[in-house]
């Protein structure tokens, strides 16, 4: 069973958002993505689990340019993204990156920058947005997420939690089409996870489309609309999270899931 | 044998006029220098951009790998031969503008490669071209983090234009040589000089700090 059998089931009628074919991508001798293949379709939640070094957070990297794949596809938001190595020119490569948002697992805020400055200077600078219209709507964005009252402070002054709300917000400011989430909330004390979560909740809630590589097994069940178990550098099985969680049909996806939902 | 001060005081003027070169020379070559180390700083970031890589780690070698008044001489008595007559003073500023440049390269390059990568990665994700994630977010991180290194070259400026004076510039040192030619007095007079220096640099490093207090203040250092 593939990525793409699991999706088309659930696909919605305009096509898929993002659309990934047999991508492949090695350091040297040591292969990370071993042929990918991979749907999303406008406001699904995938989230996708599995040990580390399975190529996951490589893959998401992939979607938005930062990593280069030697081999394979990837069309996202209407842009052939690389085509067998071929990458969209640079000016093209900046215009799709507005449209996917990112969230690092290191938050990776502009410390120089005030909570507000680090929302408005992606639109700011980028889209020309005024500044009194950029800061108002970052208002809204901080509000949303819960830091309506920290938009003067800095990033240093943050919490880890608050830092990724921030960061959320950030990307969001853009009006991205697709969110990607690296593991928001890996580097994060375990009292601050469930905050950041909850603003993810509610962007999934009003239709975002999400790529979520976490090891937050709740969020998978309860949010995710397909769950992607990746090992060794390849997708070993995907579908709904009912299926993948009760009634996995590959070892590897029993024995990781095993190893994730009895630790502590 | 005793001290005799007296060529010194009634130097004052001269040396003062002096001075006043040092300062010129220096400050328009410490321009020339960061404006240069820069350009051959962020040069030297990639090295898959081969010429650019190439051309500004040569510039590095050369310049660092040979001493800076044989670069003085080469731009004043050498090229010369070549039909290429600069007048002194623009040789003392390209020769010690070139040489800083070198250095303050190294510690641009430094700087920028103490920045977090995810610093670029976040840039970029958002859309940001390689040449405004650097302007708008790696710069003005890196900027805070060059201002003590940059002391240290700014300070070493200084006291190198000291051989500018050997291109017949009438800098301070040039003119305390003067003064030494009708009086004699090499020691009264080489104190006043290093006087003159010391006050010079102690300027700069009591300025630096206060820039960088200033940028810390302003929450600009994690």
Known sequence: MTATDATTTTGAAAGPLVRVRGLRKAYGAHVVLNGIDFDVQ????????????????????????????????IDICGRTLVDEGRVLPERELNALREEVGMVFQSFNLFPHLSVMDNVTLGPRKLHGVPR?????EARALLDKVGLGHKAEAMPASLSGGQKQRVAIARALAMKPRVMLFDEPTSALDPELVGEVLQVMKLLAREGMTMIVVTHEMDFAREVGDVVVVMDGGGIIEAGPPATIFTRPTQERTRSFLQAVLTRA | MELDFSPVWAGIP??????LV????????????????????????NPKNRIVYGLCTADVAVIRGTPLLVQLFILFFGLPQFGILLPAFVCGVLGLGIYSGAYVSEIVRGAIQSIDRGQMEAARSIGMSSGMAMRTVILPQA????????????????????LVSLLTIHDVMHEGQKIISVSYRSLEVYLAIAVVYFVLTGLTTLALRR????????GMVQ
């Open chain 1, 42 to 73: 406008p406001s699904q939640v995938v989230v996708v689990i599995g040990p580390s070094g399975s190529g996951k957070s490589t893959f998401l990297r992939c979607c938005n340019g930062l990593e280069q794949p030697q081999g394979g596809r």
């Open chain 1, 132 to 136: 009194a219209r950029a800061e108002a």
């Open chain 2, 14 to 19: 001269q040396l003062l006029q002096g001075a």
């Open chain 2, 22 to 45: 040092t300062v010129e020379i220096t400050a328009a070559a410490l321009l020339l220098g960061c404006v240069l180390g820069l350009l051959v700083g962020i040069g030297r970031l």
């Open chain 2, 143 to 162: 900027v805070v983090r060059m201002i003590p290194p940059l002391g240290n070259e700014f300070i070493a400026l200084i006291k190198n234009s000291a």
């Open chain 2, 211 to 218: 820039i960088e207090l200033r940028l810390r203040a302003g």
